[in-house]
Nanobody, 121 residues
Framework: QVQLVESGGGSVQAGGSLTLSCAAS???????MAWFRQTPGKERVEVAR??????????WYADSVKGRFTISKDSGPNILYLRMNSLTPDDTAMYYC?????????????WGQGTQVTVSS
């Protein structure tokens, strides 16, 4: 069983930066992992993806965050990060970490509880 715990959200002014962390317990080395975000009344949207071992392709970013957000993973402590730079009010959302079952790339069965990011103008 995989458990995901996000942290690092908060309030920041436009142009600022935040780094989100997702601590994963359980086996995730062959899992793809991702960051999603959601605003009230809207669907959850994937913004960045980290490939699982054996998965073809590298990291992926939504166009809305490309060049500003960087996803990374520290396999030692099994933590997924999302570095967010040049934040705008449009980045305000609840951010969720997700993981797939081993080898079931890009199909996410495990979710964290979310961490709120609020960007003020």
């Amino acid at each position: 069983q995989v458990q995901l715990v996000e942290s690092g959200g908060g309030s920041v002014q436009a142009g600022g930066s935040l780094t989100l962390s997702c601590a994963a317990s359980g086996y995730t080395y062959r899992s793809s992992m991702a960051w999603f975000r959601q605003t009230p009344g809207k669907e959850r949207v994937e913004v960045a993806r980290w490939p699982g071992i054996g998965q073809i392709g590298g990291t992926w970013y939504a166009d809305s965050v490309k060049g500003r957000f960087t996803i990374s993973k520290d396999s030692g402590p099994n933590i997924l990060y999302l570095r967010m730079n040049s934040l705008t009010p449009d980045d305000t959302a609840m951010y969720y970490c997700a993981a797939s079952r081993p080898g079931a790339y890009n199909s996410y069965d495990y979710w964290g509880q979310g961490t709120q990011v609020t960007v003020s103008s």
